[in-house]
């Protein structure tokens, strides 16, 4: 079980699950991989489509890291009212704890009026520091 969390902006329903992947970490080199699985729900009365995102990347050593770019995975998908979306993605850190969080650029078709969607933040946590 991963962190989980939740934010609306402007109709635009934002969930997030993220998991530790041991399998593709080395914890002895301070090469943690954490998957994220991401929800994007237009509960708007517009299409929209999103154009950019922007992410604001914290490890526990205060290192910080900015990642910005066109799409996720490579699409710029266009959403209905009513219709999601979702993508899985991962990142690596340094320590064992850290957290994410970012905003979406979306453009609305009807008018190409553009607004920021929050990503909510999340944490990225070794299970065992759980305990």
Same mark, same amino acid.
């Given at each position: ?7 609306? &902006? ?6 997030? +699950? ?8 080395? $914890?002895?080199?301070?090469?943690? %991989?954490?998957? /994220? ?8 009365? /517009? ?9 604001? =990347?914290? +490890? ?32 690596? =850190? &340094?320590? +064992? ?5 970012? &905003? ?6 009807? +008018? ?5 969607? $929050?990503?909510?933040?999340?944490? %990225? ?7």
């Amino acid at each position: 079980m991963g962190a989980q969390a939740n934010k609306v &902006t402007e109709g635009i329903n934002i969930s997030v +699950d993220s998991q530790f992947r041991n399998e593709h970490s080395v $914890v002895e080199q301070n090469h943690y %991989l954490f998957t /994220y699985k991401i929800r994007i729900e237009n509960k708007s009365e /517009y299409t929209v489509q999103l154009i950019s995102r922007h992410w604001d =990347i914290f +490890d526990s050593a205060n290192e910080y890291s900015e990642v910005e770019g066109d799409g996720v995975v490579g699409e710029q998908p266009i959403l209905e009212p009513g219709e999601s979306f979702e993508y899985e993605s991962a990142c690596v =850190i &340094t320590t +064992d704890i850290g957290k994410m969080s970012g &905003t979406y650029l979306m453009e609305r078709t009807i +008018d190409k009026a553009r607004f920021r969607v $929050v990503i909510p933040e999340f944490e %990225l946590i070794l299970p065992q520091r759980l305990n």
